[in-house]
């Protein structure tokens, strides 16, 4: 019943956005119930669907023809439910916080409808059944966020935030496009040469179609269409290189940041790999014809992206920019794990990625409105300045110190007990190293475990430095009103236990696979026999981190004056985040493209194309024409439209004479 | 009832001799704004009517006219000319009721607008090659005056400039006609202007040079007329003096005619060329170095008009690859980028329109926060700049993506090189939108207001038809596909491409 409402999910919010962009003025809290009555409702589907096809591993999928041979479609499989139920439910929860959180902005009609329609965008990149769709709305996600982050676009920084974000995930998009051109190109071959035959209900580039045409299409060329792809979620996810753009995101309301981190962005880029996945899955036996394969690539990106980012995490002093650089940290584990758990366990590489995402969700939205709360109290985002919060914070420092041992993956091995990081991020850990012992490489494995202890002490020391010791600034805070800790604590709640459902979801996750392929997920390798320091192994560095910042931020056991300081040059560049917005925006965007290639553009054409050929050689030529010409007519410029009649008139006339005879 | 076409055209031009003689505004801008209202009702009934499904002529009109040299009055619309005629249909009242306010020498200014719209009605209708030659001229003199009497500082020298630079074009364009006229003539005995059959007979030329020479001659008509780089040269000029609703015009419809001779009379002989295989190198060329080149220009621009200017270039640059690569599918996105590029451009050169005559300047430097103050602007704006970077949702997007993805299969390295351009031109777009629209406001520019009313209206209305068609582009994009399947069986069938 519910699945044949399943277009309503994404055209709920869509509706919601048009009405309150037009009537939120006159609707009380900037019409903000619109979009929660929408949203709540996307959720209610993607529920009560869920409960339909869960007990009969069913899919949902309804398609249409749109133009040229594509398609409009929905395609619900175990994949889409999940995340429909995730980004529905958080984004439901964020917009209810934002009532409050955003009750004294004059713009909440905009807001509220951008929001909407931001979440609009990210459900029907989950439901497409189609690469051509997923484009769009994955584009009209990018659109939505460059409105968001710049929506106090009178500051000039939010206004340059929202530029960079949209172009720096243009790049990335650009790389996607050109894998939708390469794979359109190699289908459309495929088809062509009769090898493989398409219905009437099939679409060229329907996921479906395409995951069946796998076998049919060039191996190098698959490799280059998926590394096509994975450039794309390198931009939407803020792998490196392309990361810069997500912790200046923070210029946008907080909620905002926590809709980009946790519900409606950068989840997007994981998301395409894993819904091309049997397409990555692929690609590994063309390893012999020179071309690495794509698995590979998107575990060495994703490790180091998670390793780097945590590095930058360390030393941020905005409390918003530490949770950026953790999630792009985290994005990167998610991609680790679809690259080193694909060599290792196949198609199960979803499932334990997907985990993380959804877990991560949970806590990086906790993270963001429990920052998001902080901020609203105490008017700043330099943790430096904040301190001692937890006596006048209680929920919100619980909430968040609940957030921050998800996030640095505490939990009892062995007896299995912990939070939802616990499970989805040592499942990652332990399929590093899984790779390693199969491929001899356990460079992702370090990256991973090195990491693990960076997040661990940068999110503690977060914490320690905004909730404990004395208060560092006059400011008198308070806890915020119930509209905004009612969604804080239930988010806790999804980070403390949603990671016992971790065997459950694992289990469903792995029939998407066979659901689409047909075939059945590779279960080789019985999971090996771990030696008990491995499992311990991340949740030590998870204590020691927390350990460590206990130490420094709170006893105050260590000076840190001499590490923390400008004179270190590490710190220097941990501070100047490797230098990466001079380099991206400075060095690459103004300084190459505005004042080398286009400037010198500008100067062939205006002084070499316009002044010298056309200006001078033939301008002058016609001129002395013109000289020429005026003594025989009157001279006035305006005579050329004349001119132009008689010339015709004469030919006319010339040949009629000539020819008048036949 | 037949002789619509002919109707569609009379209309305007009766409504331009009547605006000519009236004495106030109030009536000048009515009678503009009724006959080109009844020109449009005249071809969306056309439209309603036209059969999507067949590539030959529909409603054709024959009249006699220099029978002595084969000139006839003929008129008829297929695939490629139909939503051109539709665009024209729409562009040409919206820009009226965009302009409402002029003050100038009213009863001129929307008289030639009028004539703006008969003469494109002709060049997209008429199907003798005479005819379409005269209309083509046309187009040129009230723009021409337009810019001269409406213009800018130096309208003088670029009114004289767009005219001399087109008008030679377009000569050369009529000595490759004539050269195809005699042709036909000597092989047949007797003289016929009508343009199929001039275009059937080309391939019955003997010299393969002089195949070329034409070829080559039409082309750089069209070429000059789209612009296409190195030939653009006038179209900034043009642009920065021009008064908005000459700009319009000029974006919107008078380029359209340089794309439309690429498909009506360059695809029909291109197979039969004496070098096809490089003449459309040549032509993919020219298409991604336009597209390139317009790029990095409108990148270095601090005028946000010949900003807009230099991106038609780029822009019109995906019609002539589209075109050169010879398959179906990108034709038909060539011949809708022409569509939605009227379109998007449209609220372009508004939006640039209303800011000079809000703001006293165009100068992105100059400008600053301006949406504080202009909000319906910088909504419609913003819509426009994000339709012209290529939002999926909106119609530059279906044609560019119909373009790049079915051109790779002939011209790989074209088009690997034009997806290049699309992260610059998202970034010419919107640091222009971030200097002069968002940040903090410029006080110096003293207390502006938002633009009127008409004016916003027509750019809201070309908004709604920006995203209508970038939903649902089949209305327009069957027909062309029609067509352009049927361009290109002489592709195949001459082996031109495999």
């Known amino acids: ?662 | 009832m037949a002789a619509l076409i002919s109707l569609m055209i009379a209309i305007p031009l009766l409504g331009a001799i009547i605006t000519f003689l009236t004495r106030t505004r109030e009536q000048a801008r009515s009678i503009a704004l009724l006959t080109s209202g009844l020109s449009l009702v005249i071809s969306l009934i056309l439209f309603s009517r036209f059969d999507s499904s067949i590539s030959t002529i529909q409603f054709g009109e024959s009249y006699p006219w220099i029978a002595s040299l084969g000139v006839s009055l003929k008129f008829g619309l297929d695939g490629i000319g139909m939503p051109l005629v539709l665009l024209s249909n729409i562009v040409i009242p919206l820009t009226v009721l965009f302009a409402w306010g002029e003050t100038k020498q009213a009863n001129q200014f929307y008289g030639l607008i009028l004539l703006e719209l008969v003469g494109v009605l002709g060049v997209f209708t008429s199907l003798d090659f005479f005819v379409f030659y005269i209309f083509w001229e046309i187009v040129l003199i009230p723009m021409y005056f337009l810019i001269s009497i409406w213009g800018g500082p130096r309208k003088d020298y670029s009114a004289i400039k767009f005219f001399i630079y087109t008008h030679v074009a377009s000569l050369v364009m009529l000595l490759a006609i004539f050269s195809l006229y005699f042709n036909a003539w000597q092989v047949s005995g007797v003289p016929n202007f009508d343009m199929f059959y001039l275009l059937k007979n080309y391939s019955v030329i003997e010299s393969p040079l002089l195949k070329d020479a034409i070829f080559l001659a039409l082309l750089f008509g069209f070429l000059v007329k789209m612009p296409a780089v190195p030939f653009h040269t006038w179209l900034p000029d043009a642009h920065v003096e021009a008064p908005t609703a000459g700009s319009v015009i000029l974006a919107a419809l008078l380029l359209k005619m340089g794309g439309y001779g690429l498909f009506r009379v360059i695809l029909p002989i291109l197979p039969f060329s004496g070098s096809p295989g490089k003449l459309i190198s040549l032509m993919a060329i020219i298409g991604v170095l336009s597209i390139l080149y317009g790029t990095f220009l409108a990148l270095a621009q601090r005028d946000l008009k010949k900003m807009v200017a230099y991106s038609s270039i780029s822009h019109m640059g995906y019609v002539t690859l589209g075109a050169a690569a010879l398959i179906p599918l990108s034709v038909s996105g060539a011949m809708f980028q022409q569509f939605s590029h009227g379109l998007i451009t449209a609220v372009l050169f508004m939006s640039c329109g209303v800011i000079q005559h809000s703001a006293g300047t165009r100068i992105i430097h100059d400008l600053g926060g301006i949406a504080k103050h202009m909000p319906k602007l910088a909504f419609l704006m913003l819509a426009g700049f994000l339709a012209s970077l290529g939002l999926p949702g909106m119609s530059g997007f279906i044609a560019e993506f119909l373009i790049l993805v079915n051109s790779y299969f002939t011209l790989p390295t074209f088009v690997i090189l034009a997806l290049f351009g699309i992260v610059f031109t998202a970034g010419y777009h919107l640091w222009a939108m971030q200097r002069a629209v968002f940040g903090t406001y410029n006080e110096k520019l003293g207390h502006i207001h938002d633009g009127a009313d008409y004016g916003i209206a027509s750019m809201a209305i070309l908004v709604l038809l920006i995203i209508f068609f970038g939903l649902n582009p089949n209305p327009v994009l069957t027909m062309m596909t029609t067509n352009a399947n049927q361009l290109l069986n002489f592709v195949v069938l001459r082996g031109v491409i495999t």
């Open chain 1, 1 to 662: 019943m519910f699945s044949d409402y399943a277009a309503l999910i994404v055209l709920l919010p869509v509706i919601a956005f048009v009405l309150t962009l037009f009537l939120g003025k006159k609707l009380p809290h900037g019409g903000a119930y619109l979009p929660i009555a929408a949203i709540a409702g996307s959720f209610i589907i993607s529920l009560g669907t869920f409960l339909e096809i869960y007990p009969t591993d069913g899919i949902v999928q309804q398609s249409m023809p749109w133009f040229a041979g594509m398609n409009l479609g929905i395609l619900i499989d175990p994949l889409a439910v999940v995340m429909l139920m995730m980004v529905s439910f958080v984004s439901l929860l964020i917009h209810i916080y934002a009532v409050g959180y955003m009750s004294h902005d004059p713009a909440k009609p905009r807001y509220f409808a951008e929001t909407s329609l931001f979440t609009a965008a990210m459900l029907s990149v989950i439901l497409s059944d189609n690469i051509l769709q997923f484009f769009i709305s994955w584009e009209l996600v990018g659109l939505c966020s460059f409105l968001l982050i710049g929506f106090w676009y009178h500051k000039p920084s939010a206004a340059a935030a929202a530029k960079k974000a949209f172009l720096v995930t243009r790049v990335g998009d650009v790389m996607f496009l050109a894998g939708i051109v390469l794979l359109y190109v190699n289908m459309s071959e495929i088809i062509t040469s009769r090898a493989f035959s398409v219905g009437p209900e099939n679409f060229i580039l329907q996921f479906k179609t395409m995951f069946e045409a796998i076998p049919l299409i060039n191996p190098t060329q698959l490799t280059y269409i998926t590394l096509l792809f994975f450039g794309g979620a390198i931009g939407k996810s803020g792998q490196f290189p392309l990361h810069g753009w997500l912790p200046d995101a923070m210029e946008g309301p907080t909620t905002v940041s926590a809709l980009i981190h946790a519900a409606t962005m950068v989840t997007a880029g994981v998301y395409l790999v894993a819904r091309t996945f049997p397409m990555f899955a692929a690609t590994p036996a063309t390893l012999s014809a020179g071309v690495p394969d794509s698995l590979l690539i998107v575990a060495y990106v994703g490790g180091f992206t998670a390793l780097f980012a945590a590095t930058m995490g360390l030393v941020m002093n905005d409390i918003k920019r530490v949770l950026a650089y953790s999630t792009v940290s985290q994005l990167g584990y998610m991609m680790l794990a679809l690259g080193t758990a694909g060599a290792v366990v196949g198609a199960q590489a979803v499932g334990i990625s997907m985990f993380h995402l959804i877990s991560h969700a949970f806590f990086k939205a906790l993270l963001f409105l429990c920052a998001g709360s902080v901020i609203h109290a105490v008017g700043t985002n330099d943790i430096r300045e904040m301190g001692g919060l937890f006596g006048k914070m209680k929920i919100t420092g619980t909430t968040m110190f609940i957030a921050a041992l998800a996030l640095a993956g505490i939990g009892i091995p062995f007896i299995n007990i912990g939070t939802a990081g616990f499970f989805s991020k040592d499942m990652i850990i332990e399929k590093a190293f899984e790779y390693g012992e199969l491929k001899g490489d356990f460079i992702p494995y370090a990256f991973a475990i090195i990491a693990a202890l960076l997040t661990s002490i940068y999110i503690f020391r977060l914490w320690f430095m905004a909730f404990t010791g004395k208060p560092r600034s006059e400011r008198h805070s308070h806890e915020s009103p119930g509209v905004m800790t009612r969604p804080l604590m239930i988010l806790a709640l999804f980070a403390l236990f949603f990671g016992f459902a971790h065997l459950g979801f694992y289990d469903y996750l792995n029939k998407n696979f066979e659901l689409m392929t047909g075939e059945k997920a590779a279960l080789e390798g019985e999971s090996l026999q771990m030696s008990p320091i491995i499992v311990l192994l991340p949740v030590i560095v998870g204590v020691l981190g927390l350990l460590i910042s206990y130490a420094i931020y709170h006893r105050r056991m260590l000076d840190m004056s001499k590490l923390v300081s400008t004179q270190n040059p590490l710190y220097k560049l941990l501070l100047n985040r490797y230098y990466e917005p001079k380099i991206g925006a400075d060095i690459i965007g103004v300084k190459l493209t505005h004042d080398v290639v286009a400037q010198s553009g500008e100067f062939v054409d205006r002084k070499i194309i316009d002044g010298l050929v056309i200006d001078n050689i033939i301008g002058n030529t016609l001129f002395k024409l013109g000289e020429f010409v005026r003594k025989l007519q009157t001279g006035v410029v305006q005579n050329y439209a004349s001119v132009t009649i008689l010339g015709i008139g004469l030919l006319i006339i010339i040949l009629r004479i000539k020819f008048g005879g036949t």
